[in-house]
């Protein structure tokens, strides 16, 4: 079958650095997405991850471990723009999106 | 970048209203568009996906009859609401995806229904 899990919230400080993990199964595989969505308002696209290891974009970086099924999206330099939900996704073997239900990033100053 | 556009942003009307929503993909040529449905503090809901030139295929649940999916070109795609009730009020988000190999799914704005 096929799964995806993530935390349900986090919080953290200004300024500080956040990790966020999410876990997948499925038999087929093309590629991890994280998408930021703030509340009422469509997602938008952070970074996709098909081969393993770190892909850095400005202040935020994605990981991903095929092996493991791991990803995480990491930001740092952490702005109060930044609370939002973080959604990851990886796209199954018929290329369609299965997602996770989110995570509630909150800022703290 | 590639951009989505989904019109309109916001709907009120009447119980019983037919509502039509419109995604287009506006510099890529989309083979499959989705249409998502999102209920506050909740996650993303997948009702269809549709391809361009065949019939959409639906999520389990969500009444085909209903929720009326045309995909009659490369870059746009339909939504349409059949006889809304209050009950269909929510978030709908269309999202395209390039027809080329590991490319992301690119979201519209949304269009934020309400039925009174």
């Known amino acids: 079958g096929q799964n995806i899990d993530q935390p349900t919230e986090m919080t953290a400080t200004e300024g500080a650095i956040v990790q966020i993990n999410c876990t997948y199964q499925?038999?087929?595989?093309?590629?991890l997405f994280w998408y930021q969505q703030h509340a009422g308002e469509a997602p938008t696209f952070l970074s996709y991850?098909?081969l393993d290891g770190l892909e850095e974009k400005g202040r935020f970086s994605s990981f991903l471990s095929r092996s493991k099924g791991y990803s995480y999206l990491l930001l740092k330099e952490l702005q109060m723009k930044d609370s939002a939900s973080y959604l990851c996704?990886?796209?199954?073997?018929?290329?369609?999106?299965?997602w996770g239900a989110g995570t509630k990033l909150i800022i703290k100053p | 970048g590639a951009v989505v556009s989904q019109h309109p942003s916001w709907v009120i009307c009447k119980s019983g209203t037919s509502v039509k929503i419109e995604c287009r993909s506006l510099?890529?040529?989309?083979?499959?568009m989705f249409w998502y449905r999102q209920f506050p503090k909740q996650s993303l809901m997948l009702m269809a996906t549709?391809?361009?030139?065949?019939?959409?295929?639906?999520e389990q649940g969500v009444e085909k009859d209903k929720f009326l999916i045309n995909h009659a070109s490369l870059t746009l795609s339909t939504l349409t609401v059949t006889s809304a009730h209050p009950e269909d009020s929510s978030f709908y988000i269309c999202s395209a995806r390039d027809g080329r190999e590991n490319q992301p799914q690119h979201f519209g704005d949304g269009t934020r229904l309400s039925i009174l």
């Open positions: 510099d890529f040529q989309a083979t499959t």
């Open positions: 996704a990886f796209m199954d073997s018929n290329y369609q999106l299965i």
């Open positions: 991850n098909v």
């Open positions: 549709s391809n361009e030139g065949s019939k959409a295929t639906y």
């Open positions: 499925t038999s087929g595989f093309n590629g």
